[in-house]
């Protein structure tokens, strides 16, 4: 059963601040009537011709850079704006996580906004009482809740927002990137409520930049480019299609060549001289030489780079690079140090690397392989491969990109 669905959805943004006055609407009017394109420059498309639909149960993940329409999804399907053409449709109860505040009134309370929001999402105040107390316990605001919600933190805005969407009985959850504020020990919270509900039949849209979520909760992915569907499918496969669109992008920076070879890097446009030359396929092992795609943080990597050439190359060099899933570099390495003899391209062959212990707070991870000339800037072939890393080794909050090894000594002082 279809519970939500775009059908050719197109829905048009427009440029410019804030109009004030009448003399300035009127002149911009004037100044379109006067155009020959009728789609005017001050437009664009969020999205164009979009169609999904989602059925009961599932559990999608959308992804995409920043302005593909992500979002616009979420609040065309909340009813937070409407398109310019095509149909939306949902079943049942929609509750919504997309906004910072959205549903709430600053000078009301906590308490107060819990009945609002509620009321906003079809609940009576009879319905809201019974679940009232869950809903703070939740939140773990209850110091707070008789505090009008204008002196809240953005964290402290997620945590009542996210409980009131989770224990409202929503036949349809739409949760944007905002879950992202919080806390790391509320986002597994909320993870721990989003697998109940999941499992208990609530339908979950998520859009989120972080792959691990998607690859490990969502049953299905979309990838959005430009306001269309890219791609639609297993979340391994569209995070696998997501990278590799990613992967120009990512060659832009000259970051990922080593400073013994600089020149590689001084005059790197992005645009690889012969990107085919040679063929890369990427897989991560562990010790025992199986394939996976989640590791612990103090475990040791296998990185195969299997590969195929349409000639030899004896001035190559393999660069290894590892991204956070906000795209930050986490760190580097090459084999420029070894003789030439060694890192020769053949006609076939296979490249292995062994990284670790990695260290790696919980996340996704890129591990990006890019064969490149010593000498000159040519990038011969390039692939990645998706990881996760999950699980801890001690209790401290997981902030940051590494863990740190530590060692403690206490002294007892005096008699």
Known sequence: ??????????????????????REDIGIGASRLFRRNSHAPDTFYA??????????????GIIGHNGAGKSTVLKLLAG?????RGRV??????????????GFHPELSGRQNIYLNSALMGLSNEETGAVLGDIITFSGLERFMDMPVKRYSSGMYVRLAFAVAAHVRADLLLIDEVLAVGDASFQSKCLDKMNQLRDAGTTIVL???GMWTVQSFCNRAVLIRSGQVEADGSPRDVIDTYHRYDRIDLLNDVDFVPQAAAVVSSNLNGKPADSDVVRMQVQVRDEAGGVRDAFDTHEI????VAYTSRQEIADAMLVLRVRRSDGVAVFAVNNFGLAAEQTRIHREGDITARLGPLMLVPDTYTLEAHVV??????IYGSASATFGING???????????YANCEWATAKVGV
């Open 1 to 22: 059963m279809v519970i939500a669905s775009l059908d050719h959805v197109s829905k048009i943004y427009r440029f410019g601040g804030r109009r004030t006055s009448l």
């Open 47 to 60: 999205l164009n011709d979009f169609s999904l639909a989602v059925s009961q149960g599932d559990a999608v």
């Open 80 to 84: 937070i704006t409407t398109p310019e």
């Open 89 to 102: 449709t949902t079943e049942g109860r929609v509750a919504a996580m997309i906004e910072l505040g959205a």
């Open 207 to 209: 859009v989120t930049h």
């Open 301 to 304: 990597m296998h990185m195969l």
């Open 373 to 378: 000339d010593r000498n000159k800037p040519i």
């Open 392 to 402: 801890s080794i001690g209790k401290a909050d997981e902030v940051g990109v590494f």
